[in-house]
């Protein structure tokens, strides 16, 4: 599995995705948002885009797909639920649904409610796993909750399908929030010397090049990730002294969101 991350350099700092088969050149394109860069790349790498893969509904994800039909002919792939937003859909998918590309990918579909309620997040079930999440999970952070979605489920969403991955999982996000995110993740916790130290380290990236994590780095990072850490709970307590002295990890998670919101 070849893949290659495209910075669209665009006001919502969008990251789009081809994930291509090395063995046909056969490539399915995640949210192609900028057509015109996605394209390029194809043509550069000699590939040809044969799906496409909308992880939600929103027009920042969508927004390319009418183009990049009508210059490749792909299949546009998205949560069944999202047919009615997706004018240019042509499957539904569930969740353990598998999506191939050309003879050597297999991408399992996990449905991922939350930032809305028909959002998908594709996994790479190999040695080297990798997640393409969406506004699901970011690098740091967790999608918000505004348009359409609920924190409820995002937050089963994190414990039940997420957390559980394995930690050599590669995150790749819809968008590029890391700078804000681990900001965030120093203001629930501000002795978190990981997160301190990848914001020094990546205070200049370039998002084209940008640094990709994984799982395990997320548990460390990622303040939606650290429910029952005892700086976070500390700090949540300041801010919501209602929660009490042990709170449970979802009400942790939704005051975090809710913090969140307006940080």
């Known amino acids: 599995m070849i893949v290659k991350q495209i910075w669209t350099g665009n006001a919502y700092r ?18 192609p948002l900028d057509h015109r860069k996605c394209l390029a790349v194809a043509s550069e790498e000699g590939w040809n885009i044969t799906q496409i893969v909308n992880t939600h509904e929103h027009g920042d994800h ?3 797909n009418r183009k990049m039909v009508a210059a490749t002919g792909a299949k546009v792939l998205a949560h069944h639920g999202a047919g009615a937003s997706i004018p240019e859909m042509s499957q539904g998918l569930s969740a353990g649904d598998v999506v191939r590309v050309g003879h050597t990918v297999e991408l399992e579909t996990l449905d991922t409610p939350g ?31 505004h348009h359409g979605g609920h924190p409820d489920e995002l937050y089963d969403t994190f414990i039940g399908q997420l957390a559980p991955l394995t930690d050599n999982t590669l995150v790749y996000p819809g ?4 700078q804000n995110n681990l900001q965030f993740t120093l203001d629930r916790e501000p002795e978190n010397h990981a997160a301190k130290a990848l914001l020094e380290e990546t205070f200049d ?14 548990k460390e990072i990622n303040t939606f990730f650290r429910l029952q850490h005892p700086d976070v709970m500390e700090q949540l307590r300041r801010a919501f002294p209602e929660i009490g002295k042990s709170p449970d990890s979802r009400t942790v998670f939704l005051k975090l969101r809710e913090l969140r919101n307006r940080w």
């Not at 968008?175 to 890391?178: C, F, T, V």
């Not at 990236?205 to 997320?218: F, K, R, S, Y």
């Open 14 to 31: 969008n990251f789009n995705y081809l994930i291509a088969c090395p063995e046909t050149g056969e490539a399915l394109a995640v949210d």
């Open 62 to 64: 969508t927004g390319g």
């Open 115 to 145: 930032h809305t309620m028909s959002h998908v997040c594709l996994l790479s079930r190999t040695d080297h796993p990798a997640l393409f999440c969406g506004d699901t999970l970011f690098n740091a952070g967790a999608g918000n909750c």
């Open 175 to 178: 968008h590029d929030y890391l």
């Open 205 to 218: 990236q370039d998002p084209a090049n940008a640094l990709v994590t994984t799982l395990a780095q997320e």
